[in-house]
């Protein structure tokens, strides 16, 4: 670009245009500003519906079998899974969290009432120093 008055930088529209495309291309956008993708059209979510059903239905058999019935501790990713259902807290934002973090937090488990109310106290007072 050019020089121009007080030592901006003038850019010409290519250059802008350059650099939004390289922009683009190296940051990932997620959440409702993701560049559109055939799989989320209602026509093919609708004819796939009957197959994600049943795979959910069929998850949420395993699920409660493996942790309601037989008791069984919960694996690492079920284990974040609960840590985020507790916090509220979306996929997306818990790839966020830095992963020592999550591994910390997931180790309180957090999805025990008594644990979950250590936690809240302890952030309450933290908030308050």
């Not at 026509?43 to 037989?70: D, E």
Request: charged share 35%.
């Amino acid at each position: 670009g050019k020089l121009g008055g007080k030592g901006k930088v003038k850019l010409s529209s290519e250059d802008l245009a350059a650099m939004e495309q390289e922009l683009a291309a190296e940051i990932e956008v997620t959440g409702g500003y993701a560049k559109p993708d055939w799989r989320n059209l209602f026509v093919i979510q609708l004819a796939v519906f009957p197959y994600t059903l049943c795979k959910w239905c069929y998850k949420q058999y395993q699920w409660y079998m493996k942790y309601a019935v037989r008791r069984e501790e919960y694996t690492g990713e079920d284990a974040e899974y609960m840590t985020r259902a507790v916090l509220r807290i979306s996929e997306a934002r818990w790839q966020h969290v830095p992963e020592q973090k999550r591994a910390e937090l997931t180790a309180r488990k957090l999805w025990v009432k008594d644990n979950m109310v250590r936690f809240r106290r302890e952030m309450i007072h933290s908030r308050r120093r």
